[in-house]
């Protein structure tokens, strides 16, 4: 018969794999508690950061409906709910993990997709969503400012040759 408490914390697991639109696996072994509340600070916008079981992981992301973590979820295993941006997220983890080598960012999953440490650590260095959009918008009012031009030109040309032909009869006149 299953422990009680471990059936509410695998719910409350499976729930979380299920609401957050990224898992991000780390390896935390050496972080001291204030290293640890460091990172959940710098994640807290985007991310719930939580140091879990392993075996309890496994069986709630297997509920959940995702493959694939069972290789990543051995050691010391925490992992970033991200309820929010993805790639900021990422970034807050490559950080910290540069600037505290203990940290070990182990892989993850993004929209139902296996992440493997390195797919991670692109995705860490992708602009934000606003950053993307913003460029996107920008190209898009480029194009239409060329476009406009275009159209405007031969109407342009047409005028300034009429202006020329006007100039050229008042001289002969």
């Known amino acids: 018969m299953a422990n009680p408490e471990k059936v509410a914390a695998v719910a409350e697991l499976t729930e979380r794999f299920r609401t957050s639109s990224a898992v991000l696996l780390t390896e935390y072994r050496g972080l001291s508690v204030g290293q640890l509340q460091e990172l959940r600070r710098s994640l807290a916008e985007n991310a719930d950061y939580a140091v879990v079981k392993n ?14 973590l069972d290789e990543d979820l051995h050691g010391p295993t925490a992992i970033a709910f991200v309820t929010g941006e993805p790639v900021l997220a990422a970034k807050a983890l490559r950080d910290f993990a540069k600037a505290n080598d203990k940290l ?12 493997s440490e390195q797919d991670v650590k692109s995705l860490a260095d992708l602009e934000s969503r606003d950053v993307l959009l913003g460029k996107a918008a920008g190209a898009m009012k480029a194009a239409l400012f060329q476009a406009a031009y275009v159209f405007n030109a031969p109407a342009t040309e047409a005028a300034r040759t009429i202006e020329a032909l006007r100039a050229k009869q008042a001289e002969e006149a």
């Open 104 to 115: 070990v960012v182990k892989g993850g999953v993004l929209e139902g997709n296996k992440l």
């Open 55 to 68: 075996t309890l992981a496994t069986i709630a992301a297997k509920e959940a409906g995702i493959e694939g």
